[in-house]
């Protein structure tokens, strides 16, 4: 089919703060060398912010360097980190304060802000705009568009108006082609193109398995007298095992406002265990509860992250385009902070683009620079530091693996003359569900602890009703024959949605049910489901949760 | 002919509305907002019109703050000619929004003025025959099809009892209910296009209209959530559940 196209020098996929970041540095260089740029970002939300779910506890570092002056600018970092309280939680009741020096350094918060990234995200767009970048809400880049020589051409964006048997409504608008130069990818962990083009370019050959985990978040208002701007709290320890890895987060707002939230790495091994379920439970630790009583939940929703730090990282760079932020997998593990490295990879890619362009033409080449331009930035510096932890706490367990990781932070300065590795992918670690017990989870009280339909609600999640699933099963005969008897189907329980049921069909047999519309996109199931069954694609434009200031 | 269309940004209908802990309101800090759905109906019904030979010119008009012109914006993607906004940061209740709008089309003198039937925020269902009645014009509520031939307007409307057709002489007002049509999906090129398309600000005194609050709001609660129900066992249980209440 003939498609309509729009061309421009730069075609940026993803309005999160890694490809705002690039959007925004290259309109200052092609200012500052006086050239015309054309560029443009589309982003799969309803609007900028959307599908944006952070801590966040942002490290000003990349802001401080795209906008010297982002304080007369208003951007929104209105919070400094005034206290950092680090627990470590031995029960349900009970939870031991960690002295400040048994801390890992990678987790002191001093000179960092509280922030909504949604928000920020919001201002960067607003920078992007009045600098004449087009933005895009809305549209998603559905497709890669190759070149005759195998090399990126641009992306495709998503048809409207496609019924769920694929058949055209009278809305009907065919997706177009936006063609560049260069095309950056910034789709955050686990982009949907981001895992093709590591397909189609092999770009993670010389790298070890990525490594993810999800996060949980809800944002409360709570009591004023309990609020304490600034303040952040970390905890480890309970509910998890030794054997998972995770931790809660509790950051006090502005407005009376705590954004909390609980990740845990996806290599668990327990099939039967609920992530949705120990989010909720671990919020009735008093250390958590004793700010929530009293408080009202205003929204909820989760996103993945990746983990595997600098041993995961991909190569950067692949004819006609760039993989920037989490797409690439620049979070770091330690600090559980992806953002500024986000926004500094984005920046990264602006700058090989416009020193490229002075040294020839960039159309549909490598730029290779920019893995040159990652390893002697301070991101590098900061993930090589860091580079042990994740597979420490992976190797001996969250308590021996975090005592290493204190010695290797805080003596050694992650300085010590040897890289772990973690070679199994999170989708080949479940056990079977014979081997292991199910966890007691307490019913939901409806005032600290919420099922999760309500919760989902709380995401203000919604697709078009009629359209194509965005879940594609490659066999739909597997989740019911292969990873019910095996697994108990754990879809139902790392589903943060409640997307996934096995439900009794007319005939009493077991049937698996999808309802996409809960979807908020957090990408868990393209990541854990043991036979790599599930496909997220992009549902229809604007499709999704609608965070306010998640 | 021309038609000046009404649109209003409210919180966008996917939201979950929250209450203001204080009851002044719902919060709209961080809040995603959106052209009111029945406006966007009343849009793409304008721009129907015009495709099919019936007017020239589609003029969309909003009140409110300088933020609402986004929604203008998006109107002008969807193909309107150009754009008016009445900048103001007070709360504007029906009898005001229709003043100005009258100002309006005396100044721009349209055949036609197209509305939502109501705004989701507030619902109140009032702009439009408050409009028509202040210009001594026509009015077809709650349209759920328009046919415009020559001066008359032939409007079905959706009433409790059914369909009801009527012929009115234009200029009329029109107000679009949900069946009218389904909203177009806008382009990415006219998008672009939108914003080179002219978009006039106006303050509500230029217009020579007085703001009138003749509505005070006294308190915005949440609906009260429906207590968790019990299971009981037997009829017995259940006849004495019932007993404790006072049921029966
Ligand atoms: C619970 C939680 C807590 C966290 N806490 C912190 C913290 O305290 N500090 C910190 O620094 N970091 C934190 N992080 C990590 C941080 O949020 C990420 O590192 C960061 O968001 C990555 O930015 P990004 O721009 O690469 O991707 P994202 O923020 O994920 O943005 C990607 C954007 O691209 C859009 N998109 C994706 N695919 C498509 C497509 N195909 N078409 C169109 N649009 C698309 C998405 O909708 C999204 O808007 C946390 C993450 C989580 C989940
Ligand atoms: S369906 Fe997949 S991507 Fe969507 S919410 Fe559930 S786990 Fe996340």
């Known amino acids: 089919m003939e498609r309509e196209s729009m061309e421009f020098d730069v075609v940026i996929v993803g309005a999160g703060p890694a490809g705002l970041s690039a959007a925004c540095k290259l309109m200052q260089l092609a200012q500052e060398t006086e050239q015309e740029l054309m560029v443009c970002v589309i982003e799969k939300g309803s609007e900028v912010g959307a599908h944006i779910l952070s ?125 560049a130069k260069q095309t950056i990818f910034a789709e955050g962990c686990r982009g949907h193109l981001g895992k093709q083009l590591m397909e189609s370019f092999n770009l993670n050959k010389d790298a070890d398995p990525q490594h993810y985990g999800l996060g949980i978040k809800e944002v409360w208002t709570i009591d004023p007298e309990k609020h304490q701007e600034g303040l952040v709290v970390h905890t480890a320890g309970w509910p998890l095992d030794n054997h998972t890895e995770g931790g809660g987060f509790l950051y006090h707002m502005e407005n009376n406002q705590v954004s909390l939230g609980f990740i ?72 559980i902070k992806g953002n500024h490295t986000a926004m500094k ?91 292991c017990t199910a966890p007691n989870y307490p019913k939901p009280d409806g005032k600290i602890t919420f099922d999760k339909l309500s919760s989902v609600f709380l995401s203000s999640t919604n697709h078009e009703e009629d359209q194509p699933c965005h879940l594609q099963l490659a066999d739909s005969s597997i989740p019911i024959n292969q990873n019910l008897p095996l697994y108990d189907e754990p879809a139902q329980r790392y589903c943060p949605a409640g997307v996934y049921e096995v439900v009794k069909d007319e005939q009493g047999n077991d049937k698996f049910q999808i309802n996409g519309q809960n979807c908020v996109h957090c990408k868990t199931c393209d990541i854990k489901d043991p036979a790599q069954n599930i496909t997220w694609v992009t549902p229809e434009g604007g499709g999704g949760p609608n965070y306010g200031n998640m | 002919m021309k038609i000046l269309v009404g649109v209003k940004r409210v919180v966008d209908f996917n939201v979950r509305i929250q209450v203001k802990a204080d009851g002044s309101g719902v919060t709209t800090d961080g809040v995603k907002m959106s052209m009111n759905p029945f406006d966007e109906i009343a849009v793409e019904e304008a721009l129907r019109i015009k495709e099919a030979g019936n007017a020239e010119e589609v003029i969309v008009v909003t009140i409110g703050p300088k933020a609402a012109q986004e929604q203008l914006r998006t109107a002008l993607a969807m193909g309107a000619d150009r754009a008016i906004h009445v900048e103001t940061d007070d709360e504007i209740q029906p009898l005001t929004a229709a003043r100005i709008l009258q100002a309006l089309a005396e100044k721009e003198a349209p055949k036609l003025v197209l509305l939502g039937k109501q705004a989701i ?94 509505v005070k709001v006294l308190k915005t609660a949440a609906p009260a959530k429906r207590e968790a129900g019990i299971i009981v066992e037997s009829v017995d249980e259940l006849v004495a559940a019932l007993k404790e209440k006072g049921l029966i």
């Not at chain 1, 767009?125 to 090399?151: C, H, L, R, W």
């Not at chain 1, 929204?299 to 760079?317: D, E, F, I, T």
């Not at chain 2, 925020?121 to 001594?136: K, P």
């Open chain 1, 55 to 179: 801590g966040a506890v942002l490290e000003p570092t990349a802001m401080n360097e795209l906008f010297p002056d982002w304080k007369e600018k208003g951007a929104p970092l209105n919070v400094p980190v005034k206290g950092d309280d680090v627990y470590y939680l031995t029960g349900e009741e009970k939870g031991i304060k960690t002295p400040n020096f048994l801390v890992p350094k990678p987790m002191h918060n001093e000179g960092n802000y509280v922030v909504s990234m949604g928000n920020v995200c919001r201002w960067l767009a607003e920078q992007a705009e009045g600098m004449g970048v087009e933005i895009f809400p809305g549209f998603t880049a559905s497709k890669i568009v190759y070149n005759d020589d195998g090399s990126v051409k641009g992306v495709l964006t998503g048809d409207m108006g496609v019924a769920e048997d694929g058949s055209k409504k009278d809305s009907y608008m065919p997706g177009m082609e936006l063609l």
């Open chain 1, 264 to 335: 845990i790495a996806l290599n668990y091994t327990n099939p039967h265990l609920s992530l949705f379920d120990e989010m909720q439970r671990w919020k009735l630790n008093p250390k958590i509860s004793q700010f929530l009583e009293g408080g009202e939940r205003v929204s909820y929703g989760a996103r993945a992250v990746n983990k595997g730090g600098m041993q995961s990282v991909p190569k950067l760079s692949f004819p006609g385009g760039l993989l920037v932020g989490c797409d690439a997998g620049f979070l770091n593990g330690a600090k």
């Open chain 1, 345 to 435: 990879t984005g920046m990264l890619a602006a700058e090989t683009i416009i020193e490229s362009i002075k040294a020839g033409d960039i159309a549909n080449k490598e730029l290779s620079l920019m893995g040159d331009k990652y390893k002697s930035s301070w991101v590098f510096y900061e993930l090589h530091k860091t580079r042990n932890f994740g597979p420490a706490l992976h190797k001996f367990g969250t308590l021996m693996g975090g005592s290493f990781a204190w010695l290797d932070q805080n003596i050694f300065g992650g300085k010590m003359p040897f890289t772990w590795h973690n070679t199994t992918p999170d989708h080949a670690t479940l056990k079977p569900a014979v081997d």
């Open chain 2, 121 to 214: 925020d507030d619902d109140n269902n009032q702009t439009a025959q408050m409009l028509g009645a202040l210009s001594h014009w026509p009015q077809a509520t709650f349209a759920s099809e328009v046919e415009i031939e020559g001066d008359k307007a032939t409007v079905i409307r959706e009433v409790d009892a059914g369909l009801e057709t009527l012929s009115v002489d234009l200029p009329a007002v029109i107000s679009a209910d949900l069946r009218l049509n389904e909203p177009r999906y806008v382009k990415l090129p006219d998008i672009m296009k939108a914003k080179r398309k002219p978009l006039e600000t106006v303050t509500v005194e230029e217009l020579g209209v007085e703001h009138v609050a003749a």
